[in-house]
Nanobody, 125 residues
Framework: VQLQASGGGFVQAGGSLRLSCTNS????????MAWFRQAPGKEREFVAT????????MYADFVKGRFTISRGNDNNLVYLQMNSLKPEDTAVYYC???????????????????WGQGTLVTVSS
């Protein structure tokens, strides 16, 4: 399994970006997909998660109404549409996947089995 996040870039406040997470390795059983982010000098934090079957979603409070996580397919796994971006959204964004079973929504690093290399999002004021 080789996850890779892409789609980051430089955008002005109020702008939009769409991040993608692809898998270039073997197909794997997916329970939950998620996006996390890490701003300079800060710990990595949860952004959004999506249940592969059923499509249920959960968001961090600071992105509700602005970001949308959506499911792709076995290659292009998950997307993150980011609208109304703010300078505080500047961070490296990571996609993560959970193969372990479970019925909850997961927001901790340790809940995920696979991580992709991140993509940098920079929002200017």
């Amino acid at each position: 399994v080789q996850l890779q996040a892409s789609g980051g870039g430089f955008v002005q406040a109020g702008g939009s970006l769409r991040l993608s997470c692809t898998n270039s390795g073997r197909t794997f059983g997916k329970n939950v997909m998620a996006w996390f982010r890490q701003a300079p000098g800060k710990e990595r934090e949860f952004v959004a998660t999506l249940r592969w079957k059923g499509g249920g979603t959960m968001y961090a409070d600071f992105v509700k109404g602005r970001f949308t996580i959506s499911r792709g397919n076995d290659n292009n796994l998950v997307y993150l549409q980011m609208n109304s971006l703010k300078p505080e959204d500047t961070a490296v964004y990571y996609c993560a996947a959970r193969s372990r079973t479970g019925l909850n929504y997961y927001a901790r690093d340790g809940d995920y089995d696979y991580w992709g290399q991140g993509t940098l999002v920079t929002v200017s004021s």
